[in-house]
């Protein structure tokens, strides 16, 4: 789906979606309120938005926000050197390449998540076993689109470089580099947008760390507006992320 | 993940110096392999790093041989009564989970996809929520799924179901919005009724991204139904790992890792030669 049809909106279309989905809570309220749908398993959303204060003010949402913040980036920094290393590695060594790049491809379609067992004894149920499973997780698609950019450089702009006499290391910072950066960029965000997904997904699985182990402990609590309320911030976080990430691509790739 | 799709294909070595690059890539992966394999092995040896943690790779391939082919359960099929490694019983309740999830996310899914995908007006009101709720992290929600469906089977289906439903919406949606104007202009003056349009015209011509969706819905329906597993459950694949970590059977959790690789990968495979045959 582009990023063009999104922004063509009309008005109505989008205020009929809101309609509904208010629509659609204020139904839940009433069933909820009398007694058709049993509280103790769909709480009211007057519930969950008053919890929100809640959880705020007692869970100490902020510092956890901060906290998955960190080790997201912590693994998109890992990411994009390494990532970009080694797909610019497979691109330079071409035999290198036809060995190992199916290697890569079937790597990006292994559940490499479940790793997080054999992770948490490697670094203990650390902030390094999060980070690492977010890395690890989200590494291939970050190689192999660095490659794709690097290989689909135009012929011409080589030979251009190649014409001006440009050393192998000119040619790679002038010509290469620049023109695969767009789909480097695109590479390193479907990475972000895995390492964000694996981290908070292992944070609620092994019970350590920020948001993840929030949603785990209110549910464990067994209070459910505040849990309601958790996955809601989670879910706010991770489209506020997705935006800012899909805007910054489209401020890279003018005109696609 | 949507890269992932098409960059399998591209992985295909190239065939353009004839048999010596081929035998030169042959001999590289070879050589690359027995470096790995090496390495491993002398980590294990030098006592270095524990022991348990790095365990031989011979520990390793008995451990692999007694998951697979040493009977240690009594399966009652039907009248019959078969002894198998209990693994099998775990594989085949993971793979009804997820594919009793992927059944009914991926129905759901198509059918949500192509009314958003035939009609602009729904497709601006709604589609919009779907594209910005399909990469949130789904197990988040298993809490949720543990208490509405109950904590056995049930929660896993519905995990596997929610994770494959976002990305078969919205590829069914994007594909059914790519279909020339002339195949249905063609559907419409024959005069074909909904039912005939949707399996006559509308299917065929969008069979590439439905099965780029059921391609990345299969992925993430398994890591989200084993990731339920091994948060709570008393069975499947992923309880036998998480189990694994909990007996601290180290040879036995890198036998499991390595077949659910495998066999997921196969699948990707399987299922990305059938978008192309």
């Not at chain 2, 392999?33 to 790095?54: H, K, M, P, T």
């Not at chain 2, 298993?142 to 078969?168: D, E, H």
Request: charged share 15%.
């Amino acid at each position: 789906m582009s990023a063009q049809w999104l922004r063509r909106n009309d008005v109505i279309p989008v205020l009929f979606g809101i309609a509904c989905l208010l629509a659609f809570f204020v139904l839940i309220e009433i069933l909820v309120a009398s007694g058709k749908i049993n509280p103790f398993i769909v709480p009211k959303p007057s519930e969950i938005v008053t919890s929100f204060g809640r959880i705020i003010a007692d869970e100490n949402v902020l510092s956890r926000f901060f906290v998955t913040c960190g080790e997201a980036l912590a693994a998109s920094l890992m990411l994009a050197v390494t990532g970009i290393g080694l797909g610019v590695l497979l691109h330079r060594l071409r035999l290198l390449r036809l060995a190992t790049e199916t290697w890569v491809a079937a790597m990006a379609s292994a559940p490499l998540v479940l790793m997080y067992p054999l992770f948490l004894v490697l670094f203990g149920r650390s902030v390094w076993t999060v980070i690492m499973i977010g890395f690890v997780a989200a590494l291939p698609p970050v190689v192999l689109k660095t490659l794709e950019g690097l290989s689909g450089t135009r012929a011409v702009l080589i030979n251009v470089g190649r014409s001006f006499n440009l050393t192998p290391s000119q040619l790679y910072w002038k010509i290469l580099f620049p023109s695969a950066l767009p789909t480097i960029f695109v590479g390193v965000r479907l990475g972000m947008i895995f390492a964000l997904i694996n981290i908070v997904g292992v944070e609620f699985l092994i019970n350590f760390g920020g948001l993840g182990q929030l949603v785990n402990e209110l549910s464990e609590r067994y209070d459910l507006p505040g849990t309601f309320a958790a996955i809601c911030f989670v879910i706010l976080v991770s489209v506020v992320f997705f935006m800012a990430t899909e805007r910054i691509e489209r401020w890279l790739r003018p005109g696609t | 993940m949507a890269a992932a799709g098409h960059m399998t294909a591209s992985g295909a070595p190239a065939r353009t110096g004839g048999m010596t690059l081929r035998r030169q890539v042959l001999l590289l992966r070879i050589a690359l392999l027995a470096g790995l394999l090496g390495i491993w092995e002398a980590a294990a040896a030098s006592g270095l790093l524990f022991r348990d943690v790095v365990p031989s790779l011979l520990t390793i391939g008995r451990s692999l041989f007694e998951l697979l082919a040493v009977p240690d359960f009594q399966w009652e099929v039907g009248i019959t009564t078969l002894w198998v490694p209990d693994f099998y019983r775990h594989l085949w309740i993971t793979m009804a989970e997820v594919g009793a999830g992927m059944t009914i996310g991926g129905f759901s899914g198509l059918a949500v996809g192509l009314a958003l995908g035939a009609n602009p007006f729904l497709s601006k009101a709604f589609e919009r929520f779907l594209y910005y709720l399909g990469p949130t992290p789904k197990i988040i929600f298993f809490p949720l799924m543990i208490m509405w469906f109950g904590v056995g089977p049930g929660s896993k289906v519905a995990m596997g179901t929610i994770s494959c439903f976002f990305p078969i919406v919205l590829s069914a949606a994007a594909g059914m919005r790519q279909i020339e104007s002339v195949l249905i202009r063609v559907g419409r003056s024959f005069r074909l009724n909904t039912w005939q349009m949707v399996t006559k015209i509308y299917l065929p011509a969008m069979r590439q991204p439905i099965v780029n969706g059921v391609r990345l819905g299969l992925g993430v329906a398994v890591i989200g139904t084993l990731l339920a597993e091994t948060k709570l459950s008393n069975r499947g694949v992923g309880f036998l790992i998480i189990d694994a970590y909990n007996t601290f059977d180290m040879p036995r959790m890198y036998s499991l890792l390595i077949v659910l690789f495998v066999v997921a990968i196969g699948a990707n495979a399987l299922v990305g030669r059938a978008s192309r045959g």
